[in-house]
């Protein structure tokens, strides 16, 4: 009786996968895990959106203080334009990630997980009085990222800096 219940629950599960499988493939990536995109994204007075209190969000215009969620901001070398190119390059050349909007200054990018789906928006603010690129990387659903966006931004960190246009280093 017990090996039954066992095969019933192994098929039930093989079922399950085979169907998020192709759920995946004939989707083209848009999941229920994908969640809607925010409206509050964008620069408002000179910022990105701040983190929620979810631990899965970093902000190079968080605090210093809070070390879960503050993220130094890329130091870039030369015009804004040069560091905006080498960010929109650095995004294109990451698998599963697609730039919705880049404007004179931004750039806004979307990070889709390779198994389920999940999106992560990512937010690029270049700032040239300052030479920095302030950045913020946030899950869309969920809780914990598990450090996934602050992992992403240390990538693109290192891309842009082998590019040229950012001063090597962790942030």
Do not use: W
């Not at 229920?32 to 899965?56: E, H, I, Q, S």
């Not at 215009?61 to 870039?76: C, G, L, M, N």
Request: hydrophobic share 45%.
């Amino acid at each position: 009786m017990a090996k039954r219940i066992l095969a019933v629950v192994a098929l039930i599960l093989l079922c399950a996968a085979a169907g998020l499988a192709l759920h995946l493939a004939v989707s083209g990536g848009d999941t229920v895990f994908a969640g809607t995109r925010p409206d509050y994204l964008g620069v408002k007075d000179g910022r990105l959106a701040r983190c929620k209190r979810t631990p899965n969000c970093v902000s190079s215009q968080a605090d210093a203080s809070d070390a879960e969620h503050y993220i130094a901001p890329i130091v870039f070398k030369g015009s804004a334009g040069q560091a905006m190119a080498a960010v929109g390059k650095a995004v294109e050349s990451t698998a599963r990630a697609t730039v919705i909007r880049s404007e004179s200054g931004y750039l806004y990018a979307e990070f889709r997980s390779r198994l389920m789906g999940f999106v992560d928006d990512v937010e690029f603010l270049f700032d040239a009085a300052a030479g920095v690129i302030h950045v913020r990387s946030a899950s869309r659903l969920g809780r914990r990222d598990f450090g996934v966006n602050r992992e992403r931004v240390e990538a693109l960190r290192a891309a842009i800096a082998a590019s040229g246009q950012a001063k090597p280093g962790v942030g």
